[in-house]
Nanobody
Framework: EIQLVESGGGSVQAGGSLRLSCTAF????????MGWYRQGHGDRCELVSH???????YYVDSVKGRFTISQDNVKTTMYLEMNSLKPDDPAVYYC????????????????????????WGQGTQVTVSS
């Protein structure tokens, strides 16, 4: 079964940077893709970014130009480079997997596993101070 281990959250001042990492175990990049959701003040998670097997990326409008998603060569570790962090960015960030080619909901209940390949990491807190 897929397991996701996240790291890299923390507290920074506005304008600062953080890099989140997510390593997937028992993960087959031919079957699954990876992405990041975040839960801010609401009770649902917002899709921040995801990366498809062919390298195609998606970013929510609010982070375009500031965040960069990437993977290592074997596609089992994913990164989210977050620059120019704003007061709107603080949240718990979750690493999530989806079945290859499946649509990524822009909003969804957090930490709810909807099928076997939809796995959530433990979440990592990002705090931005002004």
């Amino acid at each position: 079964e897929i397991q996701l281990v996240e790291s890299g959250g923390g507290s920074v001042q506005a304008g600062g940077s953080l890099r989140l990492s997510c390593t997937a175990f028992d993960f087959n990049p031919d079957d699954s893709e990876m992405g990041w959701y975040r839960q801010g003040h609401g009770d649902r998670c917002e899709l921040v970014s995801h990366i498809r097997a062919d390298g195609t990326t998606y970013y929510v409008d609010s982070v375009k130009g500031r965040f960069t998603i990437s993977q290592d060569n074997v596609k089992t570790t994913m990164y989210l480079e977050m620059n120019s962090l704003k007061p709107d960015d603080p949240a718990v960030y979750y690493c999530v997997t989806e079945s290859y080619g499946r649509a990524w909901p822009t909003r969804r209940p957090c930490e709810v596993r909807q099928y076997s390949l939809n796995v959530w990491g433990q979440g990592t807190q990002v705090t931005v101070s002004s």
